[in-house]
């Protein structure tokens, strides 16, 4: 699935129990990616943050299971915006297996909340 190049967000639950989405492709354009956006899409098997996505919501890939690993372009780690969430201060990802981040900043993702339960961070030229 491609996202247009038009959208600025993914909104909350957009692609929530999306069980036959496999890959997504999220353009530039996106600057935010809604509390449990894709949680519960079991296929989704590979997903690339682009640089240009500042805010992620809680949960977003909760529960994707064929998930093995995320690519998370942006230099600075995506904040988590958890306003929709009723656990003010719990921040999750809901995913915690490979990070493949941009070379120099490994040591941000593993300080940043949400980012640092992910196992293992690598870097590589993105």
């Known amino acids: 699935m491609t996202i247009p190049n038009s959208a600025t967000r993914i909104n909350s639950y ?3 129990d ?3 989405l496999k890959s997504i492709t999220i353009p530039n354009s996106v600057t935010s990616i809604g509390e449990r956006a894709f949680e519960g899409c079991t296929s989704l098997k590979s997903i690339i943050i682009p640089n240009s996505v500042k805010e992620i919501g809680d949960f977003a890939f909760g529960n994707c299971l064929s998930l093995t690993s995320v690519v998370c372009k942006a230099l600075v780690p995506p ?3 958890h306003s929709d ?3 003010v201060g719990y921040i999750d990802l809901g995913y915690y297996k490979k ?3 941009p070379i120099g900043t490994k ?13 293992p961070i690598v870097e590589e030229d993105l």
């Open 14 to 16: 957009a692609f929530y």
């Open 18 to 20: 999306c069980t036959r």
């Open 79 to 81: 904040i988590f915006d």
């Open 85 to 87: 969430h009723i656990h």
């Open 99 to 101: 990070l493949i981040v």
């Open 107 to 119: 040591h941000l993702y593993e300080q940043a909340e949400g980012w640092k339960k992910c196992s």
